[in-house]
């Protein structure tokens, strides 16, 4: 039971970068999936998370407007657009799950797995 974020990279400040979260060993659906994200130096903070069962979505206020969550059952994928990114929001990115802002089942913080780096820089 592992979660798995992939979609990382480099890129230049405006541009866009779409990270995935999968999974193996159990479907996606009754979970409320989040995605966090951690600086050097800095606390990890909450971006966005997608309710499991009317599909609600939360944002943090520094990624609002920019930044979409979106789930595809069939794939059992949770991905995370991102666009007109910033040099703050250079981070590792982690999925796991945020019952704080939206509702479904957790996982703890064991079946997270490594996150992925987005790095924002001209």
């Known amino acids: 039971v592992q979660l798995q974020a992939s979609g990382g990279g480099l890129v230049q400040p405006g541009g866009s970068l779409r990270l995935s979260c999968a999974a193996s060993?159990?479907?996606?659906?009754?979970?409320?999936i989040g995605w966090f994200r951690q600086a050097p130096g800095k606390e990890r903070e909450g971006v966005s998370c997608?309710?499991?069962?009317?599909?609600?979505?939360y944002y943090a206020d520094s990624v609002k407007g920019r930044f979409t969550i979106s789930r595809d059952n069939a794939k059992n994928t949770v991905y995370l657009q991102m666009n007109s990114l910033k040099p703050e929001d250079t981070a590792v990115y982690y999925c796991?799950?945020?019952?704080?802002?939206?509702?479904?089942?957790?996982?703890?913080?064991?079946?997270w797995g490594q996150g992925t780096q987005v790095t924002v820089s001209s």
């Open positions: 997608i309710s499991s069962s009317d599909g609600s979505t």
């Open positions: 060993g159990y479907t996606l659906d009754y979970y409320a």
């Open positions: 796991g799950t945020d019952r704080w802002y939206c509702s479904g089942y957790g996982l703890p913080e064991s079946s």
